[in-house]
């Protein structure tokens, strides 16, 4: 079996690839290095896998590169985890929309063009609980009312619904995987643990948006690529939440921050940013009854794997 991964030098990408490889399955990863986050960091993510005879990586942009001369005709069936993506909430607004549309909506498209005239076992698609907005009624359930409030998610949302058409006008076998707040070793830099890690640890302020006791659901890195793994057996056109399946207040991680650390935090609370939703907590029952997703990593134990490679790595942004 052949897989491609874009969007393999960032945080999911990378840990996907991983675990095919090891497994022992033929990997393409694709990346352009968009400078949301600095490309050093993203590097690092490679670095082994560069090093293993089963992964071959290029340098490219899925919105202009020639998809036939990277993935070379074979009868094999490719599976394609397509996890390419302009990431961030906050950012999204105004003229960042553009880069957005473009790198979330047009890239999918097209992507999913090229998909529908080639042998594919599976387009598994990376979306996000961003989906939901602020969802009256919680846990929310797959088919929930979606109104997103950010235009990052309106742009998760429409490549959903482009997998969708693909598959029932195309009959590309299209799964989407809603991801609730994923976090764990390489997670981005702009994420709030790897903020508040570095912050606690080089004793300075933790900034949090609003009041801190909005609350969110936490996903550990490996329950995310399990849920990858198991989407590859999932009935075609359908979408699936991949989540930690319980929520937990903002303020109360910074106190399990403490506990690990040891270390007293200095919190400054300032406005909330538009676009920031007040709670997520995804039901995962469909997940646990169609694709037996259960995660398995719990808060406590996965915030401590993180501050662990924190320090091991010593990240300095």
């Avoid at 992964?55 to 919105?63: G, Q, R, V």
């Avoid at 498209?109 to 961003?130: D, G, H």
Wanted: aromatic fraction near 12%; include cysteine; proline fraction near 3%.
């Amino acid at each position: 079996m052949k897989f491609l991964v874009t969007g393999v030098a960032g945080f999911i990408g990378s840990h996907l690839a991983e675990n095919l490889v090891k497994k022992g399955f033929n990997v393409i990863g694709i990346d352009c290095f968009i400078d949301y986050y600095p490309r050093w960091m993203k590097e690092k993510n490679l670095k082994w896998l560069k090093t293993q005879p089963n992964f071959t990586f290029f340098e490219s942009d899925l919105f202009t590169c020639d998809l036939n001369s990277i993935i070379q005709s074979s009868d094999d069936a490719i599976t394609i985890f397509h996890l390419a993506a302009q990431a961030g909430v906050r950012a999204s607004w105004g003229g960042n929309f553009e880069i957005y549309t473009k790198n979330n909506i047009q890239v999918t498209q097209r992507l999913l063009e090229w998909a529908k005239q080639v042998n594919i076992n599976k387009f598994i698609y990376a979306s996000s609980s961003s989906v939901y907005g602020d969802c009256e009624e919680l846990p929310e359930e797959e088919d929930s009312i979606l109104k997103p409030v950010s235009p990052y998610g309106v742009t998760k949302l429409a490549g959903e619904h482009l997998c969708y058409l693909y598959w029932k006008n195309f009959g590309v076998p299209t799964v989407a995987l809603r991801y609730f707040t994923v976090y764990g070793p390489r997670q981005r830099p702009d994420m709030a643990f790897h903020k508040f890690i570095k912050a606690m640890l080089n004793d300075k302020e933790i900034e949090i948006y609003g009041d801190g006791n909005q609350t969110r659901d936490f996903t550990y890195i490996d329950d995310i690529i399990e849920g990858h793994i198991l989407a590859l057996d999932a009935p075609d056109g359908e979408v699936f939440n991949i989540g930690g399946g319980k929520r937990i207040t903002v303020n109360s991680v910074i106190k399990i921050l403490e506990k690990i650390l040891n270390k007293k935090a200095k919190v400054k609370y300032i406005e909330r940013q538009k676009g920031d939703v007040r709670d997520t907590f995804a039901s995962i029952t469909k997940a646990n009854e169609i694709l037996n997703y259960t995660p398995k990593t719990k808060f406590e134990e996965g915030l401590r794997k993180e501050i662990e490679w924190y320090k091991k790595k010593q990240v300095k942004v």
